[in-house]
Antibody, heavy 120, light 109 residues
Framework: QVQVVESGGGVVQPGGSLRLSCAAS????????MYWVRQAPGKGLEWVSF????????YYVDSVKGRFTIARDNSKNTLYLQMNSLRVEDTSIYYC?????????????WGKGTTVTVSS | EIVLTQSPGTLSLSPGERATLSCRAS???????LAWYLQKPGQPPRLLIY???NRATGIPDRFSGSGSGTDFTLTISRLEPEDFAVYYC??????????FGGGTKVEIK
């Protein structure tokens, strides 16, 4: 079935790095844009980053620009989020989500999320 | 940036009642590119409605979306026990940034 599964979360000190992965299956990954969305404990949803199906466009929320990098490997059906210079306020559940199209559409498939905790 | 404001913050209702949730945008959402999601505790969000009024696959017809421009509404005609959750609206007309509303919690009265 159509699904995305995140991995790579963990506990890291402020200033540290993590790389999240999102493995896609059940659909033609290269045809769809992909998102990262996060949710801080007890808070609402925040869009983090987007990458177009062909990687021509990559977008970031202002708070992560210059620190996070989104990437994809269409040959491995995998989405990535490289997170550097992590801050306490980056602590969240990070969800991978599929766009309904090659571009930035609505999010029709969500993973269960991976938890990132930034703490000293 | 399009800011989405959801109201009320919390809606206290009983099973079988009608729920009306509002999402107001700071500027017009072109092509009515607005989606609604439901999130239950400990679960990821789930798509309910896209393009303001189209139900996603498998969503019961008690859920309906309406509106255009800057004012959008999610209506649940008769609340079932599994509908008590948090609901988010999201615009995908203007990105970056793609934006979510702050959410409406529908709780059992």
């Amino acid at each position: 079935q159509v699904q995305v599964v995140e991995s790579g979360g963990g506990v890291v000190q402020p200033g540290g790095s993590l790389r999240l992965s999102c493995a896609a299956s059940g659909f033609t990954f290269r045809n769809y844009g992909m998102y990262w969305v996060r949710q801080a404990p007890g808070k609402g949803l925040e869009w983090v980053s987007f990458i177009r199906s062909d990687e021509r466009n990559k977008y970031y929320v202002d708070s992560v620009k210059g620190r996070f990098t989104i990437a994809r490997d269409n040959s491995k059906n995998t989405l990535y989020l490289q997170m550097n210079s992590l801050r306490v306020e980056d602590t969240s559940i990070y969800y991978c989500a599929r766009s309904d199209s090659a571009g930035a559409g609505y999010m029709d498939v969500w993973g269960k999320g991976t938890t990132v905790t930034v703490s000293s | 940036e399009i800011v989405l404001t959801q109201s009320p913050g919390t809606l206290s209702l009983s099973p079988g009642e009608r729920a009306t949730l509002s999402c107001r945008a700071s500027q017009s959402v072109s092509s009515n590119y607005l989606a609604w999601y439901l999130q239950k505790p400990g679960q990821p969000p789930r798509l309910l409605i896209y393009a303001a009024s189209n139900r996603a696959t498998g969503i019961p017809d008690r859920f309906s979306g309406s509106g255009s421009g800057t004012d959008f509404t999610l209506t649940i005609s008769r609340l079932e026990p599994e509908d008590f959750a948090v609901y988010y609206c999201q615009q995908y007309a203007s990105s970056p940034p793609l934006t979510f509303g702050g959410g409406t919690k529908v709780e059992i009265k």
